[in-house]
């Protein structure tokens, strides 16, 4: 283990390990169909997009900040018509996705079981704490990290603070995950390994330019499934 290249192997969880933005476009679907009630098409949910990513320094990430956004954006696309007990569908709607079960990707149980028997596993998300510790909980897979971090955001600064945190060289960090944004671009910035699991289903936000260049510490797979056989190629 001494020989290895990597110190520890960090992953994000929503939509990387298991699924996250589903339920969110589900959200959208129910929130559209109450104000479709008022005579008003959230317009390719352009408007609420801008509401939420404006709400981001508010409220975080998360379902609580997501429902406060359609709240808000309800009120703005009906000029103020919106009722009380329709306010009371979107906070019903806030705790079902706060309570919903978490769906778990095929072979992610395996893939974290075997290489946690070779690296130390770190499991990075960011988002509201009660809920992201909430589902971590419940997502039955916990015991295979050694540790487990809830940031704000994720930034090349929290980022940085993390690998200071647990006395962590960049070069011998990876970072997993599904955002470009929020993964991998600032691993890479501060020197560290970068595995990019695109998923179809990603927040807008979340996307970002892939570095122009091929970059020497960044991998892409189709599915997390992959990373063991990825792994023992660069780290034989
Ligand atoms: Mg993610």
Do not use: C
């Not at 008022?38 to 998360?62: C, F, K, S, T």
Request: no cysteine.
């Amino acid at each position: 283990m001494n020989l290895s290249l990597f110190d520890l192997i960090a992953f994000d969880a929503d939509d990387t390990l298991w699924h996250n933005e589903r339920y969110y476009r589900l959200g959208r679907e129910r929130f559209r169909a109450i104000l479709a009630g008022y005579g008003v098409d959230p317009a390719g949910d352009e408007r609420l997009d801008a509401i939420e990513i404006r709400n981001l320094p508010y409220y975080g990430y998360g379902v609580m900040s997501f429902i406060l956004s359609l709240i808000e954006a309800a009120i703005e696309l009906t000029d103020g018509r919106f009722r009380a007990d329709d306010v009371g569908r979107l906070l019903a709607l806030g705790k079902e996705m706060l309570g919903a079960n978490v769906e778990i990707y095929e072979r992610v149980v395996e893939t974290l079981a075997e290489l946690s028997d070779k690296y130390p596993l770190m499991l990075i998300t960011k988002g509201e704490p009660t809920h992201q510790h909430a589902k971590i909980e419940r997502s039955g897979i916990a015991g295979y990290f050694r540790h487990i971090e809830v940031l704000h955001d994720k930034s090349p600064a929290t980022y940085a603070a993390v690998l200071e945190r647990y006395q962590l060289a960049p070069e011998r960090f990876m970072m997993v995950g599904n955002s470009m944004r929020s993964d991998i671009l600032p691993v890479l910035h501060l020197g560290s390994w970068a595995v990019y699991v695109p998923n179809e289903m990603t927040w807008a936000h979340e996307h970002a330019e892939q570095p122009s260049t091929n970059h020497q510490r960044m991998y892409t797979i189709n599915h997390l499934a992959e990373l063991p056989g990825l792994l023992s190629k660069i780290d034989p």
